[in-house]
């Protein structure tokens, strides 16, 4: 670690700190040469890797606009959309692997969507998983309902099949 100040290119670990539940690393440090001490921050780089073979590092400000725009017109909160991408990265961090396929990034996507919104959910997957037909969505329509029912039995208010207003 180079020295912010003098660019000397050894300096000294005074002490260490984890932060974040362990996501990072906070390092106070002291130059032998010009006697300052600086703090840094240590994380792991997770990467994405894309379907054309391409690596970016992981970015929650993606999800977060990914799923923003499936909830257009919705009525999803920012924070909402905050805690989403939160649940996603954490998930995706969890698997303590340094690369992960795009694709499971979408996976991950959907099941906390899924909970947020059904409609925007709708939206999400049918863009996701390349919707061809009506018979997708309705598919994914009936799982959605077998899904609802079964909270039902549980215990869980089921909520009603549909509902229309007219005006």
Do not use: N, W
């Amino acid at each position: 670690m180079h020295c912010p100040f003098c660019r000397h290119p050894d300096t000294r670990v005074i002490d260490s700190r984890s932060t974040d539940d362990g996501a990072a690393i906070r390092r106070r440090r002291s130059c032998p040469v010009c006697e300052r001490r600086f703090t840094t921050q240590e994380t792991v780089l997770l990467m994405v890797a894309k379907r054309s073979g391409v690596t970016e590092p992981f970015s929650r400000t993606k999800i977060i606009a990914g799923v923003r725009r499936a909830c257009q017109g919705r009525p999803v909160s920012e924070d909402a959309l905050a805690k989403l991408g939160q649940q996603v990265e954490e998930e995706i961090r969890g698997r303590g692997v340094a690369e992960v396929p795009a694709h499971e990034i979408g996976l991950a996507i959907l099941g906390p969507m899924r909970d947020l919104d059904e409609v925007a959910y709708l939206h999400f997957a049918s863009v996701y998983r390349g919707f061809e037909s009506l018979a997708d969505f309705e598919s994914e329509i009936a799982s959605l309902r077998r899904d609802r029912e079964s909270e039902g039995a549980d215990g869980a208010q089921a909520l009603p099949e549909s509902s229309t207003t007219t005006g």
